[in-house]
């Protein structure tokens, strides 16, 4: 069977951070925060939670692949914002 087993869902690997940071190079005031061994439930919690905030103009989040257990959270803020 191809399907991977089934810990790799929500055990991190040794040396594996659960969230890491990247500032995005095409888009000004934005990041892109990596979120290992998550899935669609955690990604449209955080994305709606961004949306509430007046400083925030853009927010979302992509499942890179269905057996990939991660996403990445994008979020661009206002100039001067927090």
Known sequence: MNAPPTFESFLLYEGEKKIIKELDTKVTNAAIFTINK????????IRNQLLKDPNVLFAGYKVPHPLEHKFDAIKEKKEGGD
């Open 38 to 45: 998550e899935d669609h439930t955690l990604g449209n919690m």
